[in-house]
């Protein structure tokens, strides 16, 4: 830990930094040969004075005076410079030293990266707050280079994963009707329509999410209260509800403000909130969609009575084909993008997306948060 970062304050920059070790260069080279000078100069003077005491005549007396100073100047002189350059070289290499074993420790880092290899680190040197934050920037792009990585690998694997059930149950029924072991009745029609259909929505789920976490979504915005979006979903779910014995409800705050949404794309969000609520909601359970205002925003929460989540799991579940549990398939658990689509249409909406859960077994609130428009419509609570 530098000093800067022990008291809070940050520390000096590397300008100043250089410029104090070109003053420390200078001062050290002065005072040196200051020094020698005035170590060196006295006494080759006064050995040219005792000369003049021995001196024959005026002329050698001069002589040996002119002698003194001359060489008494020269060489403190010459021995002082060089004195004072070695000492000037030695304190330039250890500032340079200082300086250049950061860059080259970046360097090698940046070389690594480009490599493909993104756990490397570096360090942050004590080179001024510009190398600290050059460091920390470079680390914190390394471990998003990493998280990316790992995330397309695991997006691979699990695109794979999706395909290979639909994929095989084709080729099973397609090989079956072959070899004269099935007939292409209605009913083996009907499973493999089924099968494609289920393949179209993959590829259609995942054409949306990139689109979307691209802003390349074609927003048709209308001015629309968020109590008719609710009740639109919470109709279009209410019999799938019914059908697995969870009771579906919604309330919304009669004075909610009108919001600047995509209708259909809103009712994609809902419908996939109300979707993922049904899957981890058991028979008897509870599903309750909930509007309200919050600081000039439209919350729109949808709170289950389901498994819950663990706080390890809050951070990933809106990322592609995450699945808290993975023991679930497509068919049973969802295709894993329902909640990526969420998150980026929600976002292209000026909005954001949060999930709270206290833990396993306790249910989870999905909340969508969105810009309210100035003008409130009075509504009646539904």
Not at 14 to 22: E, G, P, V
Not at 50 to 74: K, T, V
Not at 140 to 150: C, I, P, T
Not at 343 to 353: P, S
């Amino acid at each position: 830990m530098t000093r800067g970062d022990r008291t809070g304050r940050p520390g000096p920059g590397l300008a100043a930094r250089l410029i104090s070790a070109q003053l420390l260069v200078i001062c050290t080279a002065v005072v040196t040969a200051w020094v020698v000078a005035a170590a060196v100069g006295p006494r080759i003077f006064h050995g040219h004075l005792n000369r003049i005491s021995h001196a024959d005549s005026p002329a050698q007396a001069q002589f040996h005076a002119e002698q003194a100073f001359r060489d008494a100047s020269l060489i403190s002189t010459a021995v002082a410079l060089i004195a004072a350059l070695s000492v000037a070289m030695a304190v330039s290499s250890y500032v340079t030293r200082r300086i250049s074993s950061p860059v080259s420790a970046l360097a090698a880092a940046a070389q690594e990266v480009a490599g493909g290899h993104y756990d490397v680190r570096v360090p942050r040197p004590a080179l001024g707050v510009e190398f600290q934050t050059l460091a920390r920037s470079f680390t914190s792009m390394a471990e998003r280079l990493q998280s990316v990585e790992v995330t397309r690998r695991r997006l691979l694997a699990d695109l794979a994963h999706e395909m290979r059930t639909p994929v095989a149950t084709l080729d099973a029924y397609l090989e079956a009707i072959e070899d004269g072991v099935a007939n292409l009745d209605v009913a083996t029609s009907a499973v493999l329509r089924a099968q494609t259909r289920r393949l179209a929505r993959l590829a259609e789920d995942v054409t949306s999410v990139s689109r979307a976490e691209e802003h390349q979504l074609d927003l048709y915005l209308t001015l629309v209260w968020p109590g008719n979006l609710v009740a639109a979903a919470v109709n279009a779910a209410a019999e799938r509800y019914a059908a697995a014995g969870v009771t579906l409800s919604h309330v919304v705050a009669p004075q909610s403000p009108e919001v600047h949404v995509d209708i259909d794309r809103m009712g994609q969000v809902l419908g996939n909130l109300l979707d993922n609520a049904l899957r981890h909601t058991p028979a008897g359970g509870q599903v309750q969609v909930r509007v309200s205002t919050d600081l000039g925003k439209v919350r729109i929460e949808v709170a289950d009575s389901g498994v819950g989540l663990s706080p390890e799991h809050l951070a990933h579940v809106f990322e592609r084909f995450y699945r808290v549990d993975q023991a679930r398939d497509r068919a049973h658990g969802g295709s894993g993008i329902g909640l990526a689509i969420v998150k980026a249409v929600v976002e292209a909406h000026g909005g954001r997306v949060a999930v709270s859960s206290d833990g396993p077994g306790r249910g989870a609130v999905f909340t969508v948060v969105l810009p309210a428009v100035a003008r409130s419509v009075q509504r009646g609570a539904s």
